[in-house]
């Protein structure tokens, strides 16, 4: 969970490459969707983070319970409701497959970034958490993040596309580029609340930008 991890994208575009006669909407928001329940239960106070003040960057965001839409299990279940949906609106059993691939692609990119903090199971006290932790070495994280979405749209995306999708991508890169580099002292987003809030904002441009990127 960041601003906007732009590498969820790079899963879109994958996913969209296998099934092209899917719509770009419904993928865009797959990838996304635990990053936009999350900021919803947070606001409901079901689910919870704390934010170091002292601290700008990623690592200064600790996400210490969030089973529902970010565990493995449960989340992985939960999320297959919003895929029926999905496929109920498109008529299209295709549609509800790939958002439900799009919603675990989610956890799996998370587990590169995240610190130790995505539960597996998402409920029970021996519950374990994983995550290698590319945050806790910001400056690499924030090369590696784009190079990782560059590098799949490069290769799996239309010529035309690329200029949309490689300039946008970037674009929204930047917008996350403080939780990289800490360019200030405190944290500008302060609480959890208004974390989550700007959360929600930076995946609604990503998922606008990546459906009008992809056609
Ligand atoms: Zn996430």
């Keep these: 969970m960041a601003l906007v991890y732009i590498g969820h994208f790079a899963a879109a575009a994958a996913i969209l490459v296998v099934a092209p006669e899917a719509p770009a909407l419904p993928v865009a928001v ?30 200064g965001v600790e996400f210490t ?21 999905a496929g109920l609106i498109y008529q299209s059993a295709l549609v509800g497959v790939l958002f439900w691939i799009g919603v675990l692609s989610h956890w799996l990119l998370d587990a590169v970034v995240h610190l130790r903090d995505l539960p597996i199971r998402g409920w029970g006290r021996s519950d374990r958490r994983i995550g290698l932790g590319l945050w806790s070495r910001p400056r690499l994280a924030f090369v590696l993040e784009y190079a990782f979405f560059a590098a799949t749209a490069l290769l799996l995306a239309p010529p035309s596309m690329l200029v949309g999708l490689l300039g946008g991508g970037l ?18 987003f302060g609480t959890p609340k208004r974390f989550a809030l700007l959360a929600l904002v930076g995946y609604a441009f990503a998922i606008a930008w990546f459906t009008m990127a992809w056609q």
């Design 171 to 188: 674009l929204l890169h930047l917008f996350n580029i403080n939780s990289f580099f800490g360019f200030t002292k405190s944290n500008p």
């Design 30 to 59: 797959a990838v996304a969707w635990p990053d936009l329940v999350w900021p919803a239960l947070v606001f409901a106070g079901k689910e919870r983070l704390k934010v170091d003040r002292d601290n700008p960057l990623q690592t």
């Design 65 to 85: 319970s969030y089973p529902y839409s970010h565990s493995l299990v449960l989340g992985g279940a939960l999320s297959l409701l919003p895929a029926l949906l």
